[in-house]
């Protein structure tokens, strides 16, 4: 059977590809370039779902933490139409296919859970917009509602609520791994920020197991069982590497680099558990931030 997987071509999209061509899967990514086994997203509008696809995933997403691109209006746009577009166009399409897919699995931001001190996040907590990235998840989580009761009776909608996603050759730790290898890491501010993260491995299983597990459904936290501070993880990541993290980088600075309202990820942050996805029965191969540190940085040698 056949999965469409929507930005497949990313970070966690080709490791995602990648287990479920292992396990056996066909798959077909749904991308802006042309490619082998791929279809833009013009052909996937005008030609519908693929035939047989048991599960669409998408994946695809503006990346917000390019340093490149400034905070600007038009950027902002970007990132979020390239959310919330993507993910209405494959909810579309669910509606329109004949034989609906057993699952829709779309991914989300812990930047829904206001940045508190005090709080414990669970999927069960009440969410309340409060800024840019919680108003983006909002509209993002709302776009993969379909509009026919019989696909909402047919087809479960799994939205995973991803912390950080650690792992080699992308993400967070492609653009920390030179400064922290050079010595130059240290915690954001005092580190007293929570940092919900996730193993790379991990969520892409996780995604595998809301397609596969047929009593998933709903919001999924997706985010390491032991949560860390930013100062936990400048700790682990600069032992893995054997290198001191002794410089602070102050929150102004990330302010003034990345723009306030886009520095939040990482200036601030929220302890958020992962409540329901231990309920359901997931596994994590990396459940603490010392064992994720050391994996990510032994593939990198
Ligand atoms: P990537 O930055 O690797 O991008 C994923 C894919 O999105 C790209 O390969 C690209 O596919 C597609 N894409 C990029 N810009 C646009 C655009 N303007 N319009 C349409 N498609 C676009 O993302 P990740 O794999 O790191 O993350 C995947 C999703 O998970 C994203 O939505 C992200 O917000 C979310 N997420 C990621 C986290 C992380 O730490 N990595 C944490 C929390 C959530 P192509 O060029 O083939 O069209």
């Known amino acids: ?76 746009q970007n990132v979020y139409f390239s959310r919330v577009n993507t993910t209405k166009t494959l909810a579309c399409l669910i509606d329109a296919a004949p034989a609906k897919p057993e699952a829709f699995v779309t991914i989300s931001g812990v930047g829904i859970y206001k940045p508190d001190c005090d709080k414990e996040y669970t999927e069960e907590s009440e969410t309340k917009p409060y800024d840019f990235f919680s108003d983006l998840c909002k509209d993002w989580e709302a776009a993969a509602q379909f509009e026919r009761t019989d696909t909402r009776e047919q087809c479960r909608i799994v939205t995973i609520r991803s912390g950080v996603v650690l792992g080699k050759d992308g993400g967070m730790i492609k653009q920390m791994y030179l400064p922290f290898y050079l010595g130059l890491g240290g915690p954001i501010g005092d580190g007293k920020q929570y940092m919900p993260w996730i193993h790379l491995c991990d969520i892409t299983n996780l995604i595998i197991h809301a397609i596969e597990c047929s009593t998933v459904k709903g919001v999924l936290n997706g985010v390491a069982p032991q949560p860390c501070t930013n100062m936990d993880f400048t700790k682990a990541f600069g032992k893995a590497l054997y290198r001191p993290t002794l410089i602070p980088v102050p929150k102004m600075a990330m302010n003034c680099l990345l723009n306030k309202e886009r520095a939040i990820m990482i200036t601030e942050g929220q302890k958020v558990l992962p409540k329901k996805t231990l309920s359901t029965g997931f596994e994590f191969q990396y459940p603490d931030i010392e064992s994720a540190c050391k994996q990510v940085v032994s593939t990198h040698q």
Request: glycine share 16%; proline share 3%.
């Open 1 to 76: 059977s056949n999965i469409v997987v929507g930005g497949g071509t990313g970070f966690i999209g080709r490791m995602l590809c990648n287990k479920l061509q292992t396990k056996g899967y066909g798959v077909t990514v749904v991308s802006r370039m042309p490619g082998a086994n791929r279809l833009s997203w013009d052909e996937l509008k005008q030609n519908g779902l693929p035939d047989g696809t048991k599960a669409v995933v998408n994946l695809a997403g503006q990346n917000v933490m390019d340093m490149s691109r400034r905070w600007t209006a038009g950027f902002k």
